[in-house]
Protein backbone atom coordinates (compact mmCIF):
# COMPACT_ATOMS: atom_id res chain seq x y z
CA UNK A 1 0.00 0.00 0.00
CA UNK A 2 1.66 3.25 -1.05
CA UNK A 3 1.47 5.86 1.56
CA UNK A 4 3.38 8.70 0.27
CA UNK A 5 1.76 12.26 1.51
CA UNK A 6 1.02 14.12 -1.78
CA UNK A 7 0.66 17.52 -0.19
CA UNK A 8 0.68 19.54 2.68
CA UNK A 9 -1.95 18.27 4.38
CA UNK A 10 -3.09 14.43 2.09
CA UNK A 11 -6.31 12.97 2.39
CA UNK A 12 -5.35 9.58 3.84
CA UNK A 13 -8.31 6.99 4.48
CA UNK A 14 -8.61 5.20 7.77
CA UNK A 15 -6.83 2.26 6.73
CA UNK A 16 -4.38 3.89 5.75
CA UNK A 17 -3.93 6.15 9.03
CA UNK A 18 -4.32 3.18 10.96
CA UNK A 19 -1.06 1.74 8.77
CA UNK A 20 0.58 4.80 9.76
CA UNK A 21 -0.03 4.43 13.66
CA UNK A 22 0.58 0.70 13.17
CA UNK A 23 3.86 1.29 11.53
CA UNK A 24 5.02 4.19 13.69
CA UNK A 25 4.49 2.23 17.12
CA UNK A 26 6.71 -0.71 15.10
CA UNK A 27 9.50 1.35 14.64
CA UNK A 28 9.65 3.01 17.91
CA UNK A 29 9.07 -0.51 19.91
CA UNK A 30 12.15 -1.30 17.25
CA UNK A 31 14.31 1.81 17.85
CA UNK A 32 14.22 0.95 21.55
CA UNK A 33 14.80 -3.09 20.86
CA UNK A 34 17.68 -1.96 19.01
CA UNK A 35 18.74 0.99 20.87
CA UNK A 36 19.40 -1.14 24.59
CA UNK A 37 19.76 -4.96 22.85
CA UNK A 38 23.28 -5.60 24.31
CA UNK A 39 23.24 -2.68 27.13
CA UNK A 40 23.46 -4.78 30.62
CA UNK A 41 21.19 -1.93 32.56
CA UNK A 42 18.70 -1.45 29.14
CA UNK A 43 16.91 1.70 29.39
CA UNK A 44 18.15 2.98 32.80
CA UNK A 45 20.90 4.44 30.55
CA UNK A 46 18.55 7.19 29.93
CA UNK A 47 18.17 8.09 33.59
CA UNK A 48 21.90 8.01 34.30
CA UNK A 49 22.97 10.69 32.39
CA UNK A 50 20.70 13.24 33.97
CA UNK A 51 21.18 12.12 36.65
CA UNK A 52 24.59 12.18 36.78
CA UNK A 53 24.52 16.01 35.14
CA UNK A 54 22.19 17.06 38.48
CA UNK A 55 25.06 15.68 40.82
CA UNK A 56 28.02 17.98 38.80
CA UNK A 57 25.35 21.18 38.97
CA UNK A 58 24.12 20.50 42.58
CA UNK A 59 27.74 20.01 43.86
CA UNK A 60 29.04 23.40 41.77
CA UNK A 61 26.04 25.57 41.96
CA UNK A 62 24.54 24.59 45.28
CA UNK A 63 27.57 23.40 47.31
CA UNK A 64 30.60 25.57 45.82
CA UNK A 65 28.73 28.55 44.22
CA UNK A 66 25.70 28.78 46.73
CA UNK A 67 23.38 29.37 44.13
CA UNK A 68 19.63 29.89 45.87
CA UNK A 69 17.63 28.64 44.33
CA UNK A 70 14.38 26.83 46.23
CA UNK A 71 13.96 22.72 45.62
CA UNK A 72 17.34 23.34 43.52
CA UNK A 73 18.02 19.12 42.94
CA UNK A 74 14.00 19.12 41.65
CA UNK A 75 14.22 21.92 39.77
CA UNK A 76 17.00 20.93 37.82
CA UNK A 77 15.94 17.69 37.34
CA UNK A 78 12.89 18.89 36.01
CA UNK A 79 14.95 21.46 33.64
CA UNK A 80 17.03 18.37 32.27
CA UNK A 81 14.31 16.20 31.69
CA UNK A 82 12.79 18.82 29.46
CA UNK A 83 15.86 19.65 27.71
CA UNK A 84 17.22 16.30 27.22
CA UNK A 85 14.02 15.11 25.43
CA UNK A 86 14.27 18.30 23.45
CA UNK A 87 18.36 17.78 22.30
CA UNK A 88 18.41 14.71 21.61
CA UNK A 89 15.40 14.59 19.41
CA UNK A 90 16.82 17.28 17.38
CA UNK A 91 20.54 16.02 17.44
CA UNK A 92 19.23 12.44 15.84
CA UNK A 93 16.71 14.19 13.54
CA UNK A 94 19.30 15.32 12.04
CA UNK A 95 20.87 12.34 10.74
CA UNK A 96 17.60 10.16 10.98
CA UNK A 97 17.34 9.88 6.82
CA UNK A 98 20.35 8.40 7.13
CA UNK A 99 20.23 6.08 9.74
CA UNK A 100 17.12 4.87 8.16
CA UNK A 101 18.63 4.58 4.17
CA UNK A 102 17.31 0.88 4.08
CA UNK A 103 13.75 1.68 4.96
CA UNK A 104 14.07 5.02 2.87
CA UNK A 105 14.57 3.08 -0.44
CA UNK A 106 11.61 0.72 0.15
CA UNK A 107 9.37 2.02 -2.36
CA UNK A 108 6.40 3.95 -0.69
CA UNK A 109 7.71 3.89 2.56
CA UNK A 110 6.50 7.08 3.99
CA UNK A 111 9.36 8.63 5.47
CA UNK A 112 7.10 11.47 7.12
CA UNK A 113 6.72 9.47 9.82
CA UNK A 114 10.64 8.90 10.40
CA UNK A 115 11.46 12.39 12.70
CA UNK A 116 8.05 11.53 14.47
CA UNK A 117 9.54 8.08 15.51
CA UNK A 118 12.95 9.85 16.73
CA UNK A 119 10.73 12.17 18.88
CA UNK A 120 8.57 9.84 20.32
CA UNK A 121 11.38 7.25 21.40
CA UNK A 122 12.36 10.78 23.74
CA UNK A 123 8.96 11.16 24.76
CA UNK A 124 8.78 7.66 26.31
CA UNK A 125 12.52 8.43 27.94
CA UNK A 126 11.20 11.14 28.96
CA UNK A 127 7.98 9.83 30.65
CA UNK A 128 10.12 7.15 31.94
CA UNK A 129 12.17 9.88 34.21
CA UNK A 130 8.50 11.22 35.73
CA UNK A 131 8.91 8.51 38.56
CA UNK A 132 12.38 10.00 39.27
CA UNK A 133 11.52 13.16 39.22
CA UNK A 134 8.11 12.19 41.59
CA UNK A 135 11.09 10.78 43.94
CA UNK A 136 12.91 14.32 43.97
CA UNK A 137 9.61 16.30 44.53
CA UNK A 138 8.49 14.10 47.54
CA UNK A 139 11.51 14.09 49.42
CA UNK A 140 11.35 17.93 49.00
CA UNK A 141 7.65 18.13 50.31
CA UNK A 142 5.99 19.00 47.05
CA UNK A 143 3.38 17.62 45.52
CA UNK A 144 2.11 18.57 42.22
CA UNK A 145 -1.48 19.00 42.53
CA UNK A 146 -3.82 21.94 40.74
CA UNK A 147 -2.10 22.11 37.70
CA UNK A 148 -1.21 18.69 37.10
CA UNK A 149 -3.63 18.13 34.33
CA UNK A 150 -1.50 20.74 32.28
CA UNK A 151 1.31 18.83 32.08
CA UNK A 152 0.26 16.81 29.07
CA UNK A 153 -0.82 20.02 27.18
CA UNK A 154 3.02 20.77 27.63
CA UNK A 155 3.88 17.65 26.06
CA UNK A 156 1.94 18.20 23.51
CA UNK A 157 3.20 21.59 22.78
CA UNK A 158 6.87 20.98 23.41
CA UNK A 159 6.52 17.78 21.00
CA UNK A 160 5.04 20.22 18.12
CA UNK A 161 7.95 22.81 18.43
CA UNK A 162 10.30 19.90 18.65
CA UNK A 163 8.52 18.23 14.99
CA UNK A 164 8.66 21.40 12.92
CA UNK A 165 12.23 22.33 13.97
CA UNK A 166 13.00 18.16 13.00
CA UNK A 167 11.51 18.15 9.83
CA UNK A 168 13.53 20.73 8.60
CA UNK A 169 16.85 19.74 10.01
CA UNK A 170 15.96 16.34 8.91
CA UNK A 171 15.78 17.23 5.30
CA UNK A 172 18.64 20.01 5.20
CA UNK A 173 21.17 17.66 6.79
CA UNK A 174 21.15 15.05 3.66
CA UNK A 175 22.15 17.78 1.42
CA UNK A 176 24.16 19.57 3.67
CA UNK A 177 26.62 17.59 6.17
CA UNK A 178 27.84 20.17 8.38
CA UNK A 179 23.77 20.80 9.81
CA UNK A 180 24.94 17.89 12.31
CA UNK A 181 27.58 19.99 13.40
CA UNK A 182 26.35 23.67 13.36
CA UNK A 183 23.22 21.90 15.20
CA UNK A 184 25.53 20.98 18.23
CA UNK A 185 27.51 23.88 18.67
CA UNK A 186 24.01 25.99 18.68
CA UNK A 187 22.02 23.52 20.97
CA UNK A 188 25.20 23.90 23.51
CA UNK A 189 25.08 27.28 23.41
CA UNK A 190 21.14 27.46 23.91
CA UNK A 191 21.58 25.28 26.52
CA UNK A 192 23.67 27.85 28.82
CA UNK A 193 21.10 30.57 27.44
CA UNK A 194 17.95 28.39 29.39
CA UNK A 195 17.40 28.43 32.56
CA UNK A 196 17.83 24.70 33.34
CA UNK A 197 20.88 24.89 36.34
CA UNK A 198 19.08 27.79 37.57
CA UNK A 199 16.28 30.08 37.86
CA UNK A 200 14.75 32.91 35.19
CA UNK A 201 14.64 35.03 38.06
CA UNK A 202 18.29 35.39 38.56
CA UNK A 203 18.91 36.85 35.38
CA UNK A 204 19.96 40.22 35.52
CA UNK A 205 16.65 42.48 33.76
CA UNK A 206 18.92 43.61 31.11
CA UNK A 207 19.25 40.15 29.61
CA UNK A 208 15.35 38.95 30.25
CA UNK A 209 14.35 39.94 26.77
CA UNK A 210 16.64 37.51 24.98
CA UNK A 211 14.99 34.87 27.23
CA UNK A 212 11.47 35.80 26.08
CA UNK A 213 12.51 35.10 22.68
CA UNK A 214 14.09 31.75 23.54
CA UNK A 215 11.14 29.31 23.45
CA UNK A 216 12.55 26.78 25.84
CA UNK A 217 12.81 29.51 28.60
CA UNK A 218 8.90 29.38 28.53
CA UNK A 219 8.58 25.84 28.17
CA UNK A 220 10.88 25.13 31.24
CA UNK A 221 9.57 27.74 33.67
CA UNK A 222 6.02 25.95 32.48
CA UNK A 223 7.02 22.43 32.96
CA UNK A 224 8.17 23.85 37.04
CA UNK A 225 5.16 25.93 37.60
CA UNK A 226 2.95 22.88 37.12
CA UNK A 227 5.15 20.59 38.82
CA UNK A 228 6.85 22.35 41.39
CA UNK A 229 5.15 25.53 42.03
CA UNK A 230 1.17 24.22 41.54
CA UNK A 231 0.66 27.70 39.81
CA UNK A 232 -0.66 28.23 36.53
CA UNK A 233 2.73 29.03 33.65
CA UNK A 234 2.32 31.86 31.79
CA UNK A 235 0.03 31.31 29.39
CA UNK A 236 1.00 34.30 26.50
CA UNK A 237 4.42 33.31 25.90
CA UNK A 238 2.86 29.71 25.44
CA UNK A 239 0.08 30.38 23.50
CA UNK A 240 2.56 32.31 21.14
CA UNK A 241 4.78 28.74 21.50
CA UNK A 242 1.76 27.33 20.34
CA UNK A 243 1.20 29.64 16.77
CA UNK A 244 4.31 29.56 16.32
CA UNK A 245 4.81 25.90 16.73
CA UNK A 246 1.71 25.33 13.86
CA UNK A 247 3.29 27.50 11.63
CA UNK A 248 6.72 25.78 12.05
CA UNK A 249 5.19 22.62 11.89
CA UNK A 250 3.46 23.47 8.65
CA UNK A 251 6.53 25.08 6.77
CA UNK A 252 8.97 22.19 7.99
CA UNK A 253 6.52 19.24 7.08
CA UNK A 254 6.07 21.04 3.56
CA UNK A 255 9.75 21.72 3.58
CA UNK A 256 10.19 17.94 4.14
CA UNK A 257 8.00 16.45 1.84
CA UNK A 258 9.59 18.98 -0.92
CA UNK A 259 13.22 17.14 -0.32
CA UNK A 260 11.58 13.84 0.28
CA UNK A 261 11.97 12.90 -3.74
CA UNK A 262 15.96 13.56 -3.25
CA UNK A 263 16.68 11.12 -0.19
CA UNK A 264 17.14 8.39 -2.27
CA UNK A 265 19.63 9.77 -4.48
CA UNK A 266 21.29 11.36 -2.06
CA UNK A 267 22.27 9.02 0.93
Known amino acids: MKIVPSGLFPQLSRREVL ?10 GRELKVRYKRSVIGIAWTLLNPLLQLLVFATVFRSVLKLSVPHYASSVFCGLMVWTWFQTSLTEATG ?9 RQPGFPSIILPIVTILVHMIHFLLALPILLVFLLIDGVTPQTYIWELPLLMLLQLGFTAGLS ?4 AT ?7 K ?12 ATPIFYDISLVPDRYKFW ?11 AYRAVLLENAQPNLLPLLAIGVGSLGLFVL ?16
Open 167 to 170: YILA
Open 181 to 192: YTVGVLLQILFY
Open 19 to 28: HLRDLIYQLV
Open 173 to 179: SVTFDDT
Open 252 to 267: GRGYFIAQSDRFVEKI
Open 211 to 221: YWLNPMSHLVS
Open 96 to 104: VINANATLI
